[in-house]
């Protein structure tokens, strides 16, 4: 049947009018002397006439030329096809394309530069380089194991094998490789990622000075970015099977805990060790604690991306719940000083996203802005849009800085207050912030309680004018000083006039 274009269309409806307007007008001449009424029903019976016999002309006086059991056949035969597994319907899906509408606001925050990660980017140009690293990575891991433990490698691809469909079902699109294929794949960057943890994490001692990557600056820069962009990431139940495969006791004693852990919290403390979570490699020992308090592993971490989210989220999770009602933003960081809040350092004790505040002080845990935090904010903010069992917690964060910071200045305030270190230009710091929730679907507001304290402190006068005289008058050395020497002047004068009185 051939279809109605948007050109044919336009030509059979000027065709309609001009035929229509002919009719009319010869009607309206042969009939001059007949009611005006009489002349518009026979124009108007002629105009669907007209466009009756050109539909007709076209599809057919009736349905006859459509195939009601064929159109049923085939709507019924696309229902009963859906397929749950590897689309975005499954409930399993925990590792997904980026939404379109997020991609564009700045596609190579989404997109990795040189290593892939399992099977959405893999054998793709740029990437292929970086696969003898990998196989490499992957020989240290076996070849060590093979000696100290007896394990070999048919034995870890038996054991990858049995998670081969599990984890294939945890990709929203369907994985493009035979199950051999996908089986090589997960093996061979599982490795890759627990032997790189290990070198970094001090389990192994046998570095090379010729290693690829641990002794290459911008290759440690670039590998530490890629890894945890949403489309670059394996279950995680995957690196748990093969660091349990390939791990000893020693790696358990290596960490000195005065408790029992287990190798999916050893994994958990390489993982974490490695990525510049607050911006330096490294965690501080009271830090590592508390996030481990709340990102000790267990089934709900989902990859790598989703163990960096719940260690920034820390235990705030049980801290307020989100408002659907309501939703109040707050002035900028220097609005705030000019309305006479104050801003202290906080502790990360439980987490970058436990914001107080209390008798006009805003305590925000200090974090780190360097190239790699707009990328890994954009990915996590992307999975919480897509992954159905996230709170919008990293989206909600991430407008409330968005909100503080709005030039440079604002960079400049709360780095003096060092919420903020700062390895960019202020310049290019706060455009960091900009727009970095733009496309997102939110309806949960987790700082409502906090914006609505901020905001009727604002509203106070005595706190306004405090701060303006502070900013007015003791701004520097040489204003502190005339403000005592005034006041030196004014009490002189009070006791001259008091003692004057007196006599």
Not at 202 to 226: F, H, I, Q, W
Not at 321 to 336: F, K, M, V, Y
Request: glycine fraction near 4%.
């Amino acid at each position: 049947m051939e279809g109605l274009g948007r050109d044919d269309s336009a030509n059979d409806f000027a065709a309609i009018e001009m035929s229509s307007f002919g009719s009319s007008r010869g009607n309206n001449v042969d009939t001059a002397a007949a009611p005006h009424d009489s002349s518009f029903g026979s124009s108007m019976g002629n105009n669907i006439d007209i466009a009756a016999a050109s539909y007709e002309s076209r599809f057919g006086s009736s349905m006859e030329n459509i195939d009601i059991g064929f159109v049923e056949s085939d709507l019924r035969s696309s229902l009963d096809s859906i397929v749950f597994e590897n689309s975005l319907l499954s409930t399993k899906c925990s590792i997904f394309e980026t939404p379109r509408i997020l991609f564009r606001t700045n596609e190579k925050t989404y997109v990795p530069t040189a290593f892939s990660i399992g099977p959405l980017h893999h054998g793709k140009p740029g990437l292929t380089a970086t696969e003898q690293i990998k196989l490499k990575y992957t020989q240290d891991l076996i070849s060590r194991v093979s000696q100290t433990k007896g394990t070999v490698l048919k034995d870890v691809v038996k054991w990858i094998a049995d998670l081969e469909e599990e984890a294939r079902q945890c990709y929203s699109v369907p994985v493009e490789f035979t199950r051999d294929e996908f089986i090589k794949i997960l093996l061979v960057d599982g490795c890759f990622l627990i032997e790189l943890f290990r070198k970094y994490g001090g389990l192994d001692s046998s570095t090379s000075a010729n290693d690829p990557v641990m002794n290459r600056a911008c290759m440690l820069e670039v590998v530490d970015r890629d890894l945890f962009l949403l489309e670059n990431q394996i279950p995680w139940k995957v690196l748990h099977r093969l660091f349990s495969l390939t791990s000893s006791d020693d790696d358990i004693l290596f960490f000195r805990s005065p408790q029992p852990i287990s190798s999916g919290n050893v994994l958990t403390r390489l993982t974490l060790r490695f990525f510049r979570i607050f911006g330096t490699r490294g965690l501080d020992s009271s830090m590592e604690t508390s996030l481990l308090r709340s990102t000790h592993y267990n089934e709900t971490n989902k990859h790598v991306l989703d163990l960096l989210r719940s260690s920034l989220i820390g235990s705030t999770l049980q801290l307020e719940s989100g408002n659907r009602e309501r939703w109040e933003l707050i002035p900028s960081a220097s609005s705030l000083i000019e309305a006479g809040v104050k801003f202290k350092k906080g502790s990360t004790d439980y987490g970058i996203l436990d914001i107080k505040f209390s008798n006009g002080v805003l305590e925000i845990p200090p974090f780190i802005i360097h190239e790699s935090t707009e990328a890994l904010f954009r990915n996590m903010i992307s999975f919480e849009q897509c992954y159905h069992l996230c709170d919008p917690r990293i989206t909600n964060y991430a407008m409330l800085l968005d909100i503080l910071i709005n030039t440079p200045k604002d960079i400049d305030i709360l780095c003096k207050y060092g919420i903020i270190k700062n390895w960019l230009n202020p310049e290019k710091a706060s455009q960091i912030f900009d727009n970095l929730y733009s496309d997102t679907y939110v309806t949960e507001f987790y700082y409502l309680e906090l914006s609505q304290e901020v905001n009727k402190y604002c509203k106070r006068r005595w706190p306004r004018w405090r701060a303006m005289y502070v900013r007015n008058h003791f701004s520097s050395p040489w204003a502190i000083a005339s403000q005592m020497l005034a006041a030196i002047i004014f009490i002189l004068a009070l006791l001259q006039t008091v003692f004057t009185i007196k006599m």
